[in-house]
């Protein structure tokens, strides 16, 4: 077996904020995090618009000389030294800007939600299966040490049965003057709305913690109740409640774009997730990018504290090397394509179904439905910078 570290060479499909933050993070050298099996090699980025746009992209990241520049995803997708795209774009152009490199030939890490619904993201998963290459959602947050260590925890049953999980994920803005109707946050020719953007965290947390800890054969796809408040200019979701009963758990996530998760930044006391195990209780500080979780026994004097755990509080460095903690699900996908795999085992095809199931569900129980072709499976559309 060789001892160099395997190279997953990237295209990066889009240069907006997202693609900056992750493209950064992947030149980060994985030294920097205890990482030696794999390193990253980014080998090209694109733009719809042009390829000087994408030489900006490059050169304002200090990617390697050799990295080329395109002005279109299709010449990207075509580009034979790219191993993977990362697919960058507006969730409302996943299903299309996938199925492009897919259709191509290429592994594909897409941003989240992985497809604006469980329709699109079947023919994906499809189609990665007649490619034979791997493909993932790219939820972040799953991939830091700490997520991964209180997924552990609860796996090996040292909560005790978890019965309720409370996760949030908001936003405070001045909705009308930050965002008026074009932002992508409210727009809905983007599929935009607190729910699909904001909400899939909380989501997120609900389901590593009740459904992802479980033998996948005792899984269960939860019944969905939800609360909707429209904002007014766009019709999308400003403020949206779930309510999951997973069959003994209960699972509640919250976002909004009008009140926070964290309203002041200097004086927050409190952790935004609260999993509650017979043996007590563990919370993390922030939805997207923990940095904390404390444990909390459950004790009385009557029943003494069965769990045998002690009350503590543990923090992570979620961006060694200074960056941002992307770069953990990029070595997720180096790993996954080094050994051949379809999909990853932290995040799997079937569990990001299950999430987009609810998020469809939640859509069609206030009939938010997204315009023009953002719902259909057709395949090429016009108009997606194809």
Known sequence: MSSEPFTLRWGILATGGIAKTFTKDVLIDPKTRDVHDVRHEIVAAASSTSASRAQDFLNDLKAPSSAKAYGSYKELVNDPNVDIIYVATPHSHHYQHARLALEAGKHVLIEKPVTVNVEQFAILQDLAKKKERFMMEAVWTRFF???????????????????????????????????????????????????????????????????????????????????????????????????LNFGGCHGVATTSIRVASTPNAEHNTQDDIRIQGTLGDLTVNYAPRPRTYTLTPASSSSRGTPGGFKHETKEFDDGPGGGHGMFWEADECARCVRDGKLQSEVISWKESEEVLRVMDEVRKQHDIVYPGGLEKTEYPLDGFGL
Not at 155 to 161: C, I
Not at 213 to 233: F, H, I, L, M, N
């Open 145 to 243: 040490p700490l997520s991964r260590e209180v997924v552990d925890f609860i796996s090996q049953g040292k909560l005790g049965e978890i019965k309720r999980v409370f996760a949030d994920f908001s936003f405070w803005n001045d909705v009308e003057k930050e965002f008026g109707t074009s932002h992508r946050m409210v727009n809905m020719d983007l599929a935009g709305g607190a729910l699909l953007d904001l909400g899939i965290y909380s989501l997120t947390w609900l389901f590593q913690a009740i459904y992802h800890t479980k033998p996948e054969g005792e899984r269960k796809t939860p019944s969905v109740v939800s609360a909707v408040d429209k904002y007014k200019d766009t019709g999308c979701d400003e403020q949206t409640t779930v309510l």
